[in-house]
């Protein structure tokens, strides 16, 4: 047994609440907290056979084979677990797609996208003859599929999609093409070196009719010998500032045929004699777009609650600078402006993962109703999901960065763990819908909304709207949690209002409507991250006093400081908007700001229980700085010693290039 | 000859100025111009040497390996240079520290800290006797030195170093001792595999008196083996967020003797029996530090050119999304949102560079009074070299990430050289000192100038304090730059003196002066940014005005929109404090909000001649998204078919791995 950092094990003694608590808590009871640790130990039980030289001094070649062959151990348990009938379809997130698969497979995996894309688009766009033809050998891993969807020069705009899939009534076939070097597929992971099938979106031509993208099952390469298919050009893009072992890969086609029935058909299908039948529900893939959005806030919750874990632990342990002359150098998680850096991480976590479980709870409720034929609630859901990702997704990667450099030069290794993470972080600020695009769709919803404020019935999430445009609903500020989300509410009402207001004032002067659209955008995007403001910030408040009602009095009273804390701190941060839109005056403001500083002095003793209660295991945080016990200075050396360079006394290029340049001799 | 992308042609033709003008004026005059052409010519003549597969791809190994054979050349180049008289010890910024060096040599050189700290140090440091030894030596590279001050867990507070220099009298040595694991050197450049010297910061002892650090040189590989000598342990601190061909080491010395005299002796000195002779100038390494802060705030510049010029021209060329029905998708330069990413970045550059230059003369101006024993300004030069060097690399960090996640996905990928100049960039917000840090610093002096006020003599820099808290100075908002920038003064001279009245406060109700001040180190934080706001805004607007008096018309229109835009964006951004410290009134912000829009668009037209401006080769570039072609899909594919992933059709995993699992036999 190591022996933790007196430090550490100090701040452990006066927490002042029971960590175990506060882990139940977030893992949502005590059953899941179990169920997680024993995923856990079944997916961490092959560590040995994974530990060699750390990827990072690998070869960007070395570092694909190696991926494979831990993605080949780590999806083995995963098969394994299946047989026992431990998981099905529908909870994969837990295994591969949350915390545990993040860290087991650190940079991501090349089977990844066949579990997370793949198989669901299958199981959601496929007929019940393509469930039963591809699901099982998916299923067990005789096939490997990606998801090919973005091209070479297209991205969020898909409805711009080139690549063709144009009906031969003749055989019966569809021939894919790429008509250009920008509609090559581009992205799909695992599609360099590893998937032999993959779904395919494209143009669907049919009679000499163009009916829009549709998806088609295409194989890549032989089964047996894994060569691609005549036709199919196949490769991977290149190393990337992060998911290096993801093998995304590019791939074109020229005029490859596939059967009729590998497009997948529940919705929209194409007859023998090439007549095209409409889908009856052209908005149900919306469902799944929310779906997924969801599931990456769940993302961000995870690597948040590693970057706080390591640089709060991290900054318990360094001592830097005398506070005062003659004390030993203080704990730099004694300074202010570290708190002020990481404590809003750790608030944000529980923030965004409790808005991540209303929203998921709200989804699954719409599910039902969309499957009964009432879509009234999608549009709202659409909208909310939009700016949830946008916002967790940008707020996350702040977050990250902000802890990694308080973590200073030790930050910037990446044995701290703390560069990657950002990397994967960042990637989802673009990936499943860019953020700005998504913020203005937002923005869309919210126009149209206030637009129609008099007439139609607003939906639960922008009821707020009425309320905070009504006369006498903020007379009054007041510096509490409930007078912040009030303020909020009236900031993106406004905001709203303005825009509405500035569009027509453009329109007037004779802009066409697109124009004041994308000459007040920047506005507009405000306004729609103004509004996710007011849900995350009401949300985690309302889900905190239910929580409340049944934790310990200790654990309560940290719950509401965490409350109290992303409040302030995002009230100081918008306050520009609360001095526009309300009344709160300069007194009010310099009691925030007091009382900012307040809660960070009284979260601080707690600071490192607070991480504790994530209970990350070491060999999933993977971080030279945040492991449990502290030995921060040991493990920085003991990785560097890792290094290949650090095998050899003197390196070759000394006697063939160092000591002839020295010498004047080159 | 290669075509050029229509759409960069057209922006081209359709540019309002001349863009030969603009790069003059950049350089700062012709001659200039032609001498970079000249030093770029010469550097990138041995570009065929060079090429091989891509530095992404190789191992760490590897790439220490290729950064040893490519800087083996170019260090061949400029000691070429040297030979023929074509640069000195004063100016090898322009050849290594600038854009050139930082291009050729992309993720650094273990060599770099020879030239940029080594030297430097035993110019600075030595003593005539020790010039002559040394200087001779390093200057033709016979020896190649590394600088050693960060210790393991000592960075920022360099009293705290533990490394221990203790003079023994009786052998006239000095004897080097690393006492714990923490008092290791850690991050020295080319410390692991590279320098056979090096010069070491430690704790001086002498007569059982420690007299603080003071510098050592200190030979740590044989010369003629590269073996380390006895006592001596040494290697390299692994993988990193960047930098990664650096070769920053670690070095642990036990009881390592050296003679009295490899004490650099400039200052302080030792005597044969022990005593310690005092210096007599001790803030003068004030001066070297203010001089490494001016360089990295032109470093920054360097980068951020580097990265609007890519995303500008990638916007030019990108098109996605229809703004109209029936119309070609547009070209996301022509989205606002777009627009309010980057432009702000191509106005920062010129504000950021021309604020250094000033800084740059002012620091010359005032080493002659040191030298003349004048040491009235440093406390100033030094409080505006902390916080200029803390906001220029922070802002620029985060310009440079707009740009690249402007970029979309195709920013993600390492070929658009983004995530390097952002690795690159971010490592200035911690080295030379921590940016917090840095800007407490400058706040302890603003706190100072305060609370002297009406006592001393106001500095240039810091004299608006005493204009901007006269009566009258500001009763009427005025939606001007000249109007901004009274009001950024208002608001600095308001938060120091928030802040002060604030400590006051805390100190009245029993607070230490310590405590009060750490918890008041946000808003400290915040009113040393403001002050720093206030220079560079005002310096910018001056110098604009002057170099506005001899520009063409149509240049002089360009360059104020810039610093329009500049001062706009940061009202704009720093609304808050407006709100709070100036008379300004909605009505003003909606107008600010609107004049923000506008110069956006007046700007639109030019932004591909701005930044061609900054005439990047693009060979220095080296970005598939930026180069002067535009041919931005040709470029990714042909960087992506360099991945030695694509050399082969089949990789060996399949069959080794991928197909035993897919077949169920793993």
């Keep these: ?97 949350g915390l545990l698969g993040s860290s087991t497979t650190r940079d991501g995996s090349p089977l990844g996208l066949h579990y997370i894309m793949f198989m669901p688009a299958i199981l959601n766009q496929g007929n019940e003859e393509q469930h039963a033809k591809w699901l099982p050998r998916a299923w067990n891993f005789n096939i490997i599929g990606s998801y090919a969807q973005t091209e070479l020069g297209h991205g969020t705009f898909i409805r711009g999609l080139e690549t063709t899939a144009t009906y031969d009534p003749s055989t019966q076939e569809f021939v894919l093409h790429s008509p250009t070097l920008t509609s090559y597929k581009w992205w799909p992971g695992g599609m360099g070196q590893t998937a032999n099938y993959c779904i395919v979106v494209a143009q669907l031509y049919t009679k000499g009719h163009c009916h829009g993208i549709h998806s088609f099952i295409v194989q890549v390469r032989d089964e047996e010998t894994h060569i691609p298919l005549p036709g199919i050009k196949v490769g991977e893009i290149g190393a990337k500032l992060g998911l290096n072992a993801v093998n995304n890969g590019f791939l074109g086609f020229d005029n490859v045929r596939i059967p009729r029935t590998h497009m997948l058909m529940k919705h929209a299908q194409v007859l023998e004699d090439g007549t095209y039948v409409k889908s009856r529900h052209s908005k149900l893939n919306y469902g799944a777009m929310v779906f997924v959005r969801v599931v990456i806030v769940f993302d961000m919750v995870n690597y948040l609650s590693k970057a706080v874990t390591i640089a709060t632990r991290f900054s318990a342990v360094r001592r830097q600078c005398q506070m005062k002359a003659g004390e030993p150098e203080c704990q730099i998680l004694d300074f202010v402006t570290q708190q002020h850096k990481i404590f809003i991480g750790i608030a944000a976590c529980h923030a965004l993962r409790i808005t991540a479980n209303k929203l998921w709870d709200t989804f699954h409720a719409v599910s039902e109703e969309l499957v009964a034929g009432n879509l009234n609630r999608l549009p709202e859901l659409h909208a909310l999901a939009c700016c949830l990702k946008a916002v967790s997704t940008a707020d996350t990667a702040a977050y990250v960065e902000r802890c990694r450099l308080a973590c200073g030069g030790h930050g910037y290794m990446l044995s701290s763990n703390l560069p990657l993470t950002y990397g994967l972080v960042t990637a989802a600020c673009t990936y499943e819908g860019e953020n700005t695009v998504l913020l203005l769709q937002t923005a869309r919803f919210l126009v149209k909304t206030w637009q129609q404020m008099d007439t139609a019935n607003l939906t639960p999430t922008v009821m707020y709207f009425k309320e905070a445009s009504s006369k006498g609903f903020y007379d009054k500020w007041q510096n509490s949690v409930e007078g912040i989300i009030r303020g909020f509410q009236v900031v993106a009402m406004r905001k709203v209002e303005t825009c ?86 300069q007194k009010d403001v310099s009691d925030l700001q007091a009382m900012y500083e307040d809660v960070l002095r009284k979260l601080r003793p707690n600071a490192v229980g607070l991480v504790d209660a994530f209970d990350i295991r070491d060999e999933m945080l993977q971080s030279t700085l945040g492991s449990y016990d502290g030995r921060v200075y040991e493990r920085l050396m003991e990785e560097a010693m890792k290094s290949p360079l650090n095998a050899e006394t003197v390196n070759d290029t000394f006697h063939k290039y160092l000591k002839p340049f020295m010498q004047g001799k080159l």
């Design 1 to 97: 047994m190591v022996k933790v950092n007196e430090d550490l094990r100090k701040e452990r003694d006066r927490c002042t609440f029971n960590i175990q608590e506060l882990t139940t808590l977030v893992d949502g009871d005590l059953q899941k907290t179990l169920d997680r640790k024993e995923r856990e130990n079944v997916m961490l039980s092959k560590q040995d056979v994974l530990k060699k030289v750390p990827d990072e001094y690998l070869s960007h070649k070395e570092k694909y084979e190696n991926a494979i062959r831990e993605s080949v151990i780590l999806f083995g348990l995963v098969r394994r677990m299946q047989e026992e009938g431990k998981t099905t379809i529908d909870n994969y997130r837990d295994v591969v797609g």
């Design 500 to 585: 509405v207001e500035t569009m027509k004032g453009r329109a007037a002067s004779g802009m066409s409507l697109e124009d004041a659209w994308n000459q007040t955008s920047v506005q507009l995007v405000s306004a729609a991250d103004a509004h996710c403001r007011v849900i995350i910030l009401s949300t985690f408040y309302e889900e905190v006093v239910e929580l409340a009602k049944t934790t310990s009095p200790e654990l309560k009273t940290v719950l509401f400081q965490l409350v109290d804390l992303y409040s302030l701190y995002w009230a100081l941060e918008k306050l520009s908007d609360l001095l526009l839109y309300t009344s709160i005056s």
